[in-house]
């Protein structure tokens, strides 16, 4: 059974400073890891899909890694500010989408 | 283009009670899943339809059930409610099986 863990489940940064979320997953054969945003008792806004052949992906101000053979993904935030405060879940697809396992999730705050 | 809109935002019930919660996906959009978060923790799979028959189901127990109709909108139904099941219940879509895009939510407070 899949699993996933995130590291740290909370995470309180000075704004402006460089950050790294960190996601871990028992079985490497996934289809796909994707990257999302929550806002408190909002639905998730996708940030970032990265399929099983790549190793990166970026938008803006954010990168995303995946290394399937030490089934770990790390997500980059550069220059946090204030509204990147939110928390951030990962989340991988073993099943061409069918469905997904998501980790509990890393609460960010980026104090002004 | 609108996203996926789910209804009600918020609900509430009492043990016991009967609930639908509807879904509908980005336009083109073939493929819908739900997903149950309770407070503190990551989303759970709950179903997926895609072109209307059920592709997947996680582990809940039959007292949930769902479906997909011909414009690809979806209800999902839970039967004889219990406190365990308050949660926020989220819509997903899929334009290829891919990348999934989810929508607010709704809120479901069971008393």
Redesign the interface.
């Known amino acids: 059974k899949q699993e ?1 863990t995130q590291i740290p489940a909370a995470l309180s940064v000075p704004e402006g400073e460089n950050l790294v979320l960190n996601c871990s997953f028992t079985d490497s054969a996934i289809y ?1 890891l ?1 990257w ?1 945003r929550q806002d408190p ?6 940030l970032l ?1 990265i399929q099983s052949s790549q190793r990166e992906q970026t938008s803006g101000r954010l990168n995303a890694s995946l290394d399937k053979s030490s089934g770990r993904s790390t997500l980059y935030i550069a220059a946090s500010q204030p509204g990147d405060s939110a928390t951030y ?1 990962c ?1 991988v ?1 073993e ?11 890393t609460q960010l705050t980026v104090n002004p | 283009d609108a996203g ?1 809109t ?1 209804s009600p935002t918020h609900l509430i019930k009492t043990r016991g009670q009967q609930v639908t919660l509807r879904c509908s996906p980005i336009s083109g959009h073939k ?1 819908v ?1 739900w ?1 149950q978060q309770v407070l ?6 709950i179903f ?1 339809y ?1 072109e209307k028959e059920e ?2 189901r ?1 582990n809940f127990p039959d007292r949930f059930s769902a479906r997909q109709f011909p414009n690809y909108s979806s209800e999902l139904n839970v039967n004889a409610l219990l406190l365990g099941d308050s949660a ?1 219940y ?1 819509c ?1 879509s ?1 334009l ?10 709704t ?1 479901l407070t069971v008393l």
Do not use: H
């Open positions: 996933v796909n994707q999302f008792g909002k639905g998730l806004t996708s899909l879940l989340a697809d099943t061409s989408g069918s469905r997904l396992t998501f980790g509990e999730g | 996926v789910q493929s899943s997903y503190g923790q990551g989303p759970q799979f997926q895609y592709r997947g996680g926020l989220l997903a899929s290829n099986l891919n990348e999934q895009f989810f929508g607010p939510g809120r």
